[in-house]
């Protein structure tokens, strides 16, 4: 049974900085390309950051050089960094398999002073 769930949301000012976490299980972790999506109240899902099973790793236009994504292998963990927040980063923000139907169940992020 493949899971995936995420962890770090909360609420922060902007500016501020949260990290968010993706623990994976029932997969082989290593071999697959994770990414992280994010669905704002009344907007479509949307791509925020994915990695390759190598390191290699792809952003959104709006969160590059804020949002850092990296991996864990050994863990089966992938962690998603976002720097300088703003507002427009509100959101529920899910872990998936991508290529796959395995997402997690999403974690909220708020930025709101």
């Known amino acids: 049974q493949v899971q995936l769930v995420e962890s770090g949301g909360g609420s922060v000012q902007p500016g501020g900085s949260l990290r968010l976490s993706c623990a994976a299980s029932?997969?082989?972790?290593?071999?697959?390309?994770i990414g992280w999506y994010r669905q704002a109240p009344g907007k479509q899902r949307e791509f925020v950051a994915s990695?390759?099973?190598?390191?290699?790793?792809n952003y959104a236009d709006s969160v590059k050089g804020r949002f850092t994504i990296s991996r864990d292998n050994a863990k089966a963990t992938v962690y998603l960094q976002m720097n300088s927040l703003k507002p427009e980063d509100t959101a529920v923000y899910y872990c998936?398999?991508?290529?796959?139907?395995?997402w997690g169940q999403g974690t909220q992020v708020t930025v709101s002073s």
């Open positions: 998936a398999v991508v290529y796959t139907t395995y």
């Open positions: 029932g997969i082989a972790f290593g071999a697959r390309v």
């Open positions: 990695i390759l099973p190598g390191g290699d790793s």
